[in-house]
């Protein structure tokens, strides 16, 4: 995503160079992190809104905000590793490029339901 976005292609010029050089994963990898960066802040929020409130109950400041911390730096750390697994070939790219999202969106949706109201 970061080469992508540094060199300025779009989405459909991605497609095009992952049509053209099907040999190169990279860029079906480039293609998909592009479409699923916008749900890092969705996947976030899901992740974050239950350890944070808390309805009838004061919890202190510090617990929450270091579970949050946590649950975002454990976000980027597996995308990251399994956004570079698909860049060397060892996981399907698109697989590699949405794992992150949909295992932590997953577990937040579940925290969301879990919630007290």
């Known amino acids: 995503l970061r080469e992508g976005a540094a060199l300025g292609f779009s989405s459909g ?25 916008p749900f890092a802040g969705v996947v976030l929020l899901l992740l974050s809104l239950p350890v944070v409130i808390h309805l009838g109950r004061r919890v202190p400041f510090l617990p929450s905000f270091a579970k949050t911390v946590t649950f975002t730096a454990l976000y980027f750390t597996v995308d990251s590793l399994v956004s570079d697994m698909g860049a060397r070939g060892a996981l399907n790219p698109v697989l590699a490029a949405w794992t992150g999202t949909v295992v932590f969106g997953s577990l937040g949706i579940v925290q969301i339901a879990s919630m007290e109201t």
């Open 13 to 37: 010029e991605i497609a095009k160079l992952a049509r053209a050089n099907p040999e190169k994963v990279r860029f079906t990898l480039l293609l998909h992190q592009q479409w699923a960066a």
